[in-house]
């Protein structure tokens, strides 16, 4: 039968095989009458529909031609031509699909089936008794054999002596043949019995199913994800239900997932389990247990079996399999569900060691950044943070804004650092300066004597890890920009005090939109012992705004071209006039993910500190923007202040 590359071809190549298998009998080539043929079962000719219906599928998906579907009874052990009368002996069933496409190869294998592709010819190789394809010179052809079981009572076989016996040949001898059909209502068919085929199914696909487990559950992280998988392995092909435990950390037993072929009796099922479960860190695999009540809608029983998730020495929990109607399960079924058992164990135990080391990550990544930020009067800050580690939320940049001592002190101190690396010793010595500035802060050192006392300690450091650890252990360099706030209540900004040791330099945008540098560059923090830094100071006047940035924003790439050449950070910032601090933070974020399509390869920090206007005198909360004081027109030169009343000197 030839179809047309459609989208109703499977539905016509099914009707074509149900109706050839329905009839009894296979067409012939010539048109001619065919000789009787023996019945075909319901199951078998299910199988076919199936199977067919998944090769035309894929013949039209990715052959692209038009399909020829040809369908004939057989009793040899491959395809013969199409439409050829079968001999004496077992006969099977044989369909073959030809596409007109040979250049394109099938795909069946395990890589296929990775790639969403080839599932089916897994069909195809778990039901069908033989299966081929033949490459031709303009076409190519995939073939199947399907052949009713041995033993098995198919519709329209007779239960008299002579069905079972040749002359002179004793039943158990005599080879198996079909009558033809008489035209009499034939008795129904005795049930074929469940348990050969699953048994046959152990044996045919049970490597199979487990390398598909394996490749299911590696690489799942979360525990519960990993029972959930174990269960929809296990239902309906290993069991008819089954429900798994997991350990908790005080040693008991937690149910985690239930699954049952009748969704109707999962509730049932999952009470019964939670009032029985099994004892917390079993050894023994395959452990007959008790019949759960309501386990099954009909109440016929049946058999359980109990498998300890052990790996590495641990029990992580259990899995309970039910399967109605049996009295004891096969010994292939049982070492199958203890290979996925152990499976299941195996991906337990990474999820949790994953999750344990994610805890320990999260708890010493949440005491590297400050939790919150102060608020300082006058002015309007925000702060944008994105590590470029995936799952982490600290990596070698770092913030932080706090007041430098009491209410009455009335200064404040902002900071933003970059330490060389990603790793996590950076991230380690993200922690140790941050909370190093805040000490010294706080001890009343001024910028320069802060930068001075925190170059020392990372130098000294660096050359305590590279004698100790030798090369690989070098020095690590730190970025930092670091400056005080002293806001002026009445006239409205601050007095700022600010210092750059080898970071992009802080921009300052007036209200009218200029644009320029408010620090000087300087070397790096660890470089040298023996540094020196200056600092600058400048008036922050209401309405202005301070951008303060990391190199993931300054160096963000497009080819050859950075973000910052030609100023471009300064033309980003320049366009925010007008915007309050949050704004200001988004716009530049939003500038440097746009700067390129791909993924940002760096750590970004920005930190905007905006003066805020101050109305007039006897202003209120409705006071007309227009009318609050303006920041002055012109702007002293940048100078390096004298120190603080109580400032240690160097």
Not at 34 to 45: E, F, H
Not at 154 to 180: I, L, M, Y
Not at 392 to 414: A, K
Request: glycine residues 12%; aromatic residues 4%.
């Amino acid at each position: 039968m030839r179809l047309p590359a459609n989208e109703l071809a499977p539905s016509a190549a099914r009707k074509f095989v149900r109706t050839a298998l329905t009839e009894r009998g296979a067409p012939t080539s010539s048109g001619a009458a065919s000789a009787p043929q023996p019945a075909i079962g319901s199951r078998l000719a299910d199988d076919a529909v199936l199977l067919v219906s998944e090769l035309v599928t894929n013949a039209i998906m990715y052959a692209g031609t038009d399909v020829e579907v040809g369908c004939h009874l057989d009793s040899g052990p491959g395809p013969l031509a199409p439409f050829a009368v079968p001999g004496p002996g077992p006969s099977g069933v044989v369909v073959e699909v030809i596409d007109h496409n040979p250049s394109r190869a099938v795909r069946g294998g395990k890589d296929a089936w990775r790639e969403g592709r080839g599932r089916g010819l897994q069909l195809v190789r778990a039901l069908a008794e033989s299966w081929g394809v033949i490459y031709r010179h303009s076409e190519k052809s995939v073939w199947f054999r399907l052949e009713p079981a041995r033993g098995a009572t198919e519709p329209g076989a007779s239960d008299d002596t002579t069905a079972g016996h040749t002359a002179g040949v004793p039943a158990e001898d005599a080879p198996h043949r079909h009558e033809p059909p008489s035209p009499e209502i034939l008795p129904p068919s005795r049930p074929r019995p469940r348990r050969g085929r699953t048994a046959e199914w152990v044996d045919r696909s049970g490597p199979t199913f487990l390398a598909e487990a394996g490749e299911l559950l590696a690489g799942q992280l979360d525990e519960d994800m990993v029972a959930a998988i174990a269960g929809q392995l296990m239902v309906p092909r290993l069991a008819d239900w089954c429900g798994v435990w997991l350990t908790t950390e005080s040693g008991a037993m937690r149910l985690s997932r239930v699954w049952h072929t009748d969704e109707r009796c999962i509730g049932a099922l999952r009470q019964a389990l939670e009032n029985d479960p099994p004892p917390a860190r079993l050894r023994t695999t395959g452990i007959p247990w008790p019949w759960p009540q309501n386990a099954d809608a009909a109440g016929a029983g049946g058999s359980a079996l109990l498998f300890p998730l052990v790996a590495g020495g641990s029990c992580h929990g259990a899995v309970l399999l039910g399967r109605k109607g049996v009295s004891q399960m096969t010994d292939g079924l049982a070492r199958l569900a203890e290979d996925v058992a152990r499976r299941v164990a195996h991906a337990l135990a990474t999820a949790r060691h994953y999750t344990k080391q994610a805890t320990i990550s999260r708890a010493l990544q949440r005491r590297q950044l400050p939790e919150s930020l102060a608020e300082i009067p006058g002015f309007d800050t925000a702060i944008v943070y994105e590590p470029r580690g995936e799952g982490q939320t600290v990596g070698g940049d770092f913030y932080d804004l706090f007041p430098m001592g009491d209410i009455e002190d009335r200064r404040w101190c902002f900071l933003l650092g970059d330490v060389m690396g990603h790793d996590v010793e950076a991230m380690s010595v993200t922690g140790l300066a941050r909370h190093l500035v805040r000490l010294l802060a706080r001890e009343g050192h001024g910028v320069e004597s802060l930068l001075g006392r925190l170059n020392l300690a990372l130098a000294e450091e660096g050359a305590e890890a590279a004698a100790l650890g030798g090369e690989q252990a070098g020095p690590r360099f730190l970025s930092l920009l670091y400056g005080e706030l002293e806001p002026d209540l009445v006239e409205g900004g601050a007095r700022c005090t600010i210092a750059s040791a080898g970071h992009p330099l802080p921009l300052l945008l007036s209200a009218e939109g200029d644009v320029e540098p408010a620090a000087d560059p300087q070397l790096l923090l660890g470089v040298s012992d023996s540094a020196e830094f200056h600092a600058n100071t400048f008036h922050l006047a209401p309405g202005e705004t301070l951008l303060c940035v990391t190199d993931g924003v300054t160096e963000r790439r497009r080819g050859n071209r950075q973000l910052d050449d030609a100023d471009g950070l300064a033309e980003v910032l320049r366009g925010c006039v007008g915007m309050g601090a949050k704004a200001v933070a988004e716009r530049v974020r939003q500038a440097a993910h746009d700067f390129d399509a791909g993924p940002i390869d760096d750590d970004l920090a920005v930190m905007v500190i905006e003066a805020t206007p101050v109305p007039l005198p006897g202003g209120g909360p409705g006071t007309d923007p227009g009318t609050a004081r303006q920041p002055p027109r012109t702007r002293p030169p940048r100078t390096q202040p004298p120190p603080y009343a109580g400032e240690p000197t160097t």
